[in-house]
């Protein structure tokens, strides 16, 4: 299990050249006018992870496999998307297929490349495109909440269920909050997943600086952490250029390239990790002398289901996963040191995974 995250800001923001960085292609056209994103560009890329080549490295793996994540580049919102201007609703549609949402905030002065708005204030372009999502979803509510009335008078339960977390929704919407503010008990979890609401979806702020100011960001990448913050979103600074230098450079130039710019890693790892804490996301091993793969997994996942990421019949058969923690695969330099050490266990169905433990699964086939 990987994710997907959309891309989305106004247009001349950066985001198709942050999509260019990290997809590593030339696929979303970049260029200085509004709608050059005709089409979502979809690209995946892996997620790197260190620990994963050091595992490799001990057990003599063949081939490393590293999970991916899928970018999806959505064409510039603008003001009115809700009510079809510029390219409109078809956009919105294609953020709906995501798990998340990254704002790309302009955080830079450039005469050279214009704003729609005629201005630099990242906060507010942030306000523009939370409002437009907003809109959408009371539009999306309104229709939704018509069309199940009929349902409702025959007393269909999950139709009831369905009003009821709608109204929740359109309530807090009317009331200016978009609908990830709203507490959803675990019961309901299900069903509100299912009403896909655009403002549901959780936000990582990503702020498009100066070169220059890659490193620490600027005054208004600032002012758009205290606003995540307030919010209880997340946020991170990255350079779109930078990025997208750096991945046209051989990883040993890049390396270099990094230093000099005062930069301890590339903006797409503070991404991926951002967007793994914003899902409540974490990684697992498997290794031995063919390969060593990750695997990505909600924090919370039993053994069996994460057998199930691998295939269901390890999930349904599921009897029994070997387990050692990353750490302590490390120190013992592989599994037979680990188990020497005794910190090789067995755990059982309702062993909870935790984020870098190597696992063997055994189940019955």
Known sequence: MGFRMGIVGLPNVGKSTLFNALTR??????????????EPNVGEVAVPD????????IAGSKQIIPTRITFVDIAGLVRGASKGEGLGNQFLANIRECDAIAHVLRCFEDGDITHVEGRIDPVADAETIETELM???????ERRLANLSRKIKGGDKES??????????????NEGRPARTVQVAEDDLRQWRMLQLLTAKPVLYVCNVEEACAANGNGQSARVAEMARAQGAASVVISARIEEEISQLAPDEAAMFLEEMGLHEAGLDRLIRAGYALLGLQTYFTVGPKEARAWTIQKGTLAPQAAGVIHGDFEK?????ETIAYDDYIAGNGEAGAKE????????KTYEVQDGDV???????
Not at 25 to 38: E, L, S, V
Not at 50 to 57: D, I
Request: hydrophobic share 55%; with cysteine.
């Open 25 to 38: 292609t030339a696929a979303a056209q970049a260029a200085n006018f509004p709608f050059c994103t005709i």
């Open 50 to 57: 260190a620990r994963l080549e050091r595992l490799a490295a």
């Open 135 to 141: 809109l959408a979803d009371l539009e999306s509510i």
């Open 160 to 173: 009831l269920d369905q009003d009821r977390l709608l109204r929740v929704a359109q309530a807090a919407l």
């Open 317 to 321: 058969g599921f009897i029994r996963s």
């Open 341 to 348: 050490a005794g910190k090789f266990r067995v755990e059982g």
């Open 359 to 365: 696992l063997h699964f055994l189940f019955s086939g």
